[in-house]
């Protein structure tokens, strides 16, 4: 290898030692006879000095521009004192160059390495290999690769195998569009993109391998509104013989050790748990971001007899929810445009309005409150709504009153909203289990129940009964660890006898005949002598965008796709040969325009 050091690595105790670089030119300057060139490689910069007494190793350095590729050798010293540069890792020294070899020469990068430039996104991903080459970006991936080293080493010492899994297969219901691949020898027959492993890993439990991880590319073909990527990578992982309570255990042993290696932050141990119930009650929402003090307060019971159907008629409906949301001093903080623009914003999730009484002095009994809904309350109700929320003078409480699901989502949205808004997070890292899940969820549109998590969930033991005669209370053995209001992974015990698989994919409207001809391998690995198992998949993408501050998942994979899931740097996907079509069977119903 040519190099001896890299850039970020030099400092004071290799004072007169002779070294070799190698990297880019990441600036040039030239000091009245004097050129410094600032050397950039993976690990950071270095500043070499050139002297025109070395006249042909001068002239070379005259010639070198940005982005250069370049090998040097010289002789690090100490930089004088009033040109220590504490900014970078290599700031104490510099190195006298004696040799510099161009190993490559470099067109003008379409964007500046060397200065900030504000560039818009594409162009970032159509040059992603400069773009990489910032710091800030390179930082990134760096963690990233630390972060999965330290996730294989636990995972390693606690007995799991790493083991791949197939890319081509079924189609897998996991609830998303899947990537479709044509077969060439079976024409008309189509591979599908694993949107998991989720049933090769249970095979591998039938097969008793007992621990298994992977770390696993996955794809699902949504339309990308949120931060979503058509590929990403989940830490997949399976046990057998382990109940919920261990697995549980074992994995936020594993990302606690994680953020002590890689981060040096000490989280909680254990992690605090949350029922789905008490999460949708109180933070409406199933990934809770414990750093926002606010809470939801059911109010719906105070609300049955005032004369005001907007409250009235969802309290006396089991379906609604009518509910409060008190936020401290935000009848100060919050001015009337504020209360508008949330009114919008709740509208964003279908509520229909967003009342709210402003509570100037709580002594003054009504009087001393501010509301255009406070004529509808009598009394009584007005001084239980207080109680009820724990108002205090300065407060302002904002009320949802609809379908649940609209005021869980708007409420649970604007208790976010509102804490960022008014920098009321407290704590950095707030990591916990939402447990006690729901085995279904009712779909208004379909007119039937869907998994909430998978098919494959169990249900609590004690819950068997209800599987068939009572499904919507029927909970199951999820799990989902969520941190700051993020879901880092989830997953399940899962059905390891077939008549209750069987039950479950009657509940979902699944067939026999159907079941047979998608699941018939898994109803047949049930047979086999299929252990008690469970496991979980964490978001790699999600965990590492949290951990290294990063605004975008795109910022933390090497190589993202665009918001309408295409790759900027290599034009994927695009057109095919006709010859290749041909021998797929596959015919284009829809010709791309300009060709044939
Ligand atoms: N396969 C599940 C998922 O992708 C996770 C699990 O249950 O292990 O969400």
Same mark, same amino acid.
């Given at each position: 290898m040519m190099r001896s050091h890299y850039c970020g690595q030099l400092n004071e105790s290799l004072d007169g030692q002779e070294i070799t670089l190698c990297g880019w030119v990441h600036r040039r300057r030239d000091h009245g006879g004097v050129i410094f060139l600032d050397i950039r490689d993976r690990e950071g910069l270095a500043q070499v000095v050139f002297d025109p007494d070395r006249a042909e190793t001068f002239a070379v350095a005259d010639r070198v521009r940005s982005e250069f590729v370049v090998c040097i050798r010289g002789k690090v010293r100490l930089r004088p004192a009033?040109?220590?540069?504490?900014?970078? %890792? =290599?700031?104490?020294i510099e190195v006298l160059g004696y040799v510099l070899d161009v190993l490559n020469d470099a067109e003008t990068?379409?964007?500046?390495?060397n200065e900030y430039s504000d560039v818009g996104e594409e162009t970032r991903l159509r040059y992603r290999f400069i773009d990489l080459r910032r710091p800030e970006m390179a930082e990134k991936l760096k963690l990233r690769s630390r972060i999965t080293a330290s996730i294989r080493r636990y995972l390693d010492e606690n007995g799991f195998l790493d083991v791949e899994t197939p890319i081509l297969g079924r189609p897998t219901p996991e609830g998303a569009r899947d990537y479709l691949v044509p077969s060439r020898t079976h024409a008309g027959n189509f591979f599908a993109l694993p949107q998991s492993p989720q049933l090769f890993k249970q095979l591998l439990m039938v097969a008793g391998f007992d621990r298994y991880y992977q770390i696993a590319k996955c794809f699902r073909d949504e339309d990308?509104? %949120?931060?979503?990527?058509?590929e990403f990578t989940q830490i997949d992982i399976e046990t057998s013989f382990m109940d919920e309570e261990q697995i549980m255990v074992m994995m936020e042993g594993m990302i606690r050790h994680l953020f002590a290696q890689v981060l040096e932050v000490a989280l909680p141990n254990p992690f605090p748990r949350m029922s789905y119930a008490e999460a949708i009650g109180r933070?409406? =929402?199933?990934?809770?971001?414990?750093?926002?003090p606010l809470e939801l307060v059911e109010v719906a019971d105070l609300m &049955?007899?005032?004369?005001?159907k907007v409250f009235s008629a969802p309290a006396a409906d089991p379906k609604c929810r009518v509910t409060a949301l008190r936020v401290p001093q935000g009848g100060e903080k919050l001015s009337r445009k504020d209360i508008d623009d949330y009114t919008k914003f709740v509208g964003i999730y279908g509520a229909k309005g967003l009342a709210y009484i402003k509570v100037n002095?709580?002594?003054?009994?009504?009087?001393?409150l501010q509301s255009p809904?406070?004529?509808?309350?009598?009394d009584e109700v007005v001084t239980a709504l207080m109680q009820r929320t724990g108002a205090q003078n300065g407060d302002l409480i904002f009320f949802g009153a609809d379908k649940a699901k609209v005021v869980t989502e708007a409420l649970g949205a604007l208790r976010i909203k509102v804490g960022h808004d008014l920098g009321l997070l407290e704590g950095q890292w707030r990591p916990l289990w939402v447990v006690d899940f729901p085995m279904f969820e009712f779909d208004d549109k379909e007119n039937r129940w869907v998994s909430l998590h998978h098919p494959f969930t169990a249900p609590k033991e004690e819950h068997l009964d209800k599987l068939a005669h009572d499904p919507g209370n029927c909970l199951s053995r999820a799990y989902d660890m969520v941190l700051n209001g993020t879901e880092l992974g989830g997953g399940s015990m899962r059905i390891y006898r077939k008549e209750v698989q069987q039950e479950v994919f009657h509940q979902l409207g699944i067939d026999q005949l159907e079941a047979e001809e998608k699941f018939g391998f898994l109803l047949d690995a049930l047979k086999y002598g299929c252990p008690p198992h469970g496991g979980l998949a964490f978001g790699l993408d999600r965990l590492v965008m949290l951990m290294t501050g990063a605004k975008s998942i795109r910022d933390v994979m090497a190589f993202p796709k665009t918001q =309408?899931?295409?790759?900027?740097? &290599?034009?994927?996907?695009s057109t095919v040969n006709p010859k290749q079509l041909v021998e797929l069977g596959v015919r284009v119903a829809k010709p791309v325009k300009g060709e044939g």
């Amino acid at each position: 290898m040519m190099r001896s050091h890299y850039c970020g690595q030099l400092n004071e105790s290799l004072d007169g030692q002779e070294i070799t670089l190698c990297g880019w030119v990441h600036r040039r300057r030239d000091h009245g006879g004097v050129i410094f060139l600032d050397i950039r490689d993976r690990e950071g910069l270095a500043q070499v000095v050139f002297d025109p007494d070395r006249a042909e190793t001068f002239a070379v350095a005259d010639r070198v521009r940005s982005e250069f590729v370049v090998c040097i050798r010289g002789k690090v010293r100490l930089r004088p004192a009033g040109a220590v540069n504490p900014n970078i %890792a =290599s700031g104490a020294i510099e190195v006298l160059g004696y040799v510099l070899d161009v190993l490559n020469d470099a067109e003008t990068p379409p964007f500046p390495l060397n200065e900030y430039s504000d560039v818009g996104e594409e162009t970032r991903l159509r040059y992603r290999f400069i773009d990489l080459r910032r710091p800030e970006m390179a930082e990134k991936l760096k963690l990233r690769s630390r972060i999965t080293a330290s996730i294989r080493r636990y995972l390693d010492e606690n007995g799991f195998l790493d083991v791949e899994t197939p890319i081509l297969g079924r189609p897998t219901p996991e609830g998303a569009r899947d990537y479709l691949v044509p077969s060439r020898t079976h024409a008309g027959n189509f591979f599908a993109l694993p949107q998991s492993p989720q049933l090769f890993k249970q095979l591998l439990m039938v097969a008793g391998f007992d621990r298994y991880y992977q770390i696993a590319k996955c794809f699902r073909d949504e339309d990308l509104r %949120a931060d979503r990527q058509p590929e990403f990578t989940q830490i997949d992982i399976e046990t057998s013989f382990m109940d919920e309570e261990q697995i549980m255990v074992m994995m936020e042993g594993m990302i606690r050790h994680l953020f002590a290696q890689v981060l040096e932050v000490a989280l909680p141990n254990p992690f605090p748990r949350m029922s789905y119930a008490e999460a949708i009650g109180r933070y409406g =929402s199933d990934k809770p971001d414990l750093r926002i003090p606010l809470e939801l307060v059911e109010v719906a019971d105070l609300m &049955t007899a005032v004369d005001f159907k907007v409250f009235s008629a969802p309290a006396a409906d089991p379906k609604c929810r009518v509910t409060a949301l008190r936020v401290p001093q935000g009848g100060e903080k919050l001015s009337r445009k504020d209360i508008d623009d949330y009114t919008k914003f709740v509208g964003i999730y279908g509520a229909k309005g967003l009342a709210y009484i402003k509570v100037n002095d709580l002594a003054q009994g009504r009087e001393g409150l501010q509301s255009p809904i406070l004529k509808f309350l009598p009394d009584e109700v007005v001084t239980a709504l207080m109680q009820r929320t724990g108002a205090q003078n300065g407060d302002l409480i904002f009320f949802g009153a609809d379908k649940a699901k609209v005021v869980t989502e708007a409420l649970g949205a604007l208790r976010i909203k509102v804490g960022h808004d008014l920098g009321l997070l407290e704590g950095q890292w707030r990591p916990l289990w939402v447990v006690d899940f729901p085995m279904f969820e009712f779909d208004d549109k379909e007119n039937r129940w869907v998994s909430l998590h998978h098919p494959f969930t169990a249900p609590k033991e004690e819950h068997l009964d209800k599987l068939a005669h009572d499904p919507g209370n029927c909970l199951s053995r999820a799990y989902d660890m969520v941190l700051n209001g993020t879901e880092l992974g989830g997953g399940s015990m899962r059905i390891y006898r077939k008549e209750v698989q069987q039950e479950v994919f009657h509940q979902l409207g699944i067939d026999q005949l159907e079941a047979e001809e998608k699941f018939g391998f898994l109803l047949d690995a049930l047979k086999y002598g299929c252990p008690p198992h469970g496991g979980l998949a964490f978001g790699l993408d999600r965990l590492v965008m949290l951990m290294t501050g990063a605004k975008s998942i795109r910022d933390v994979m090497a190589f993202p796709k665009t918001q =309408s899931a295409a790759c900027m740097l &290599t034009g994927a996907p695009s057109t095919v040969n006709p010859k290749q079509l041909v021998e797929l069977g596959v015919r284009v119903a829809k010709p791309v325009k300009g060709e044939g």
